[in-house]
């Protein structure tokens, strides 16, 4: 009995240190728009429906062009709808200031011009530094003939 007993001790020791570090998924419920993720490209690129769910985090999902497949939980990602149309927040910020281009923040407050340039007489490097090579001597090739 001391083997097993051991044997969950360090059971329980991997499972605390990877609940560190992991975090739980909320479910998703039937009717979510998702983005689904592609295993090969690892990309984020596909949408789909959740239309069922099934055990052990695995949900049906239904895509654009009518074909329905299992996905994991892992590979799912809920959609967040915009909660006011873009047009609604251009205008805001317009209104604020925020993001203006044509506004002057060049001009500090004490009054005196801020310039881009660097002051006259400091050098500036326009062409990146040369590469690193390493100093080890490498063999000749040696081809024979046959």
Not at 65 to 94: C, F, H, K, Y
Request: aromatic share 8%; glycine share 8%.
């Amino acid at each position: 009995m001391e083997a097993r007993e051991w044997q969950a001790a360090i059971d329980a020791s991997v499972k605390f240190r990877y609940d560190e570090n992991a975090r739980p998924l909320t479910p998703l419920s039937i009717g979510t728009d998702v983005r689904i993720r592609d295993p090969k490209s690892k990309l984020w690129d596909r949408i789909g429906v959740v239309v069922g769910i099934g055990r052990y985090r695995s949900y049906r999902v239904k895509f654009a062009n009518g074909s329905v497949l299992w996905r994991n939980r892992r590979l799912l990602r809920p959609m967040v709808a915009a909660t006011r149309p873009i047009e609604d927040v251009i205008d805001q910020e317009a209104g604020s200031g925020i993001g203006d281009i044509w506004s002057d923040d060049s001009v500090p407050a004490d009054g005196s011009p801020a310039s881009s340039h660097p002051p006259p007489g400091s050098a500036i490097n326009t062409f990146p530094p040369p590469l690193r090579r390493g100093e080890r001597v490498r063999k000749r090739t040696v081809m024979f003939d046959v």
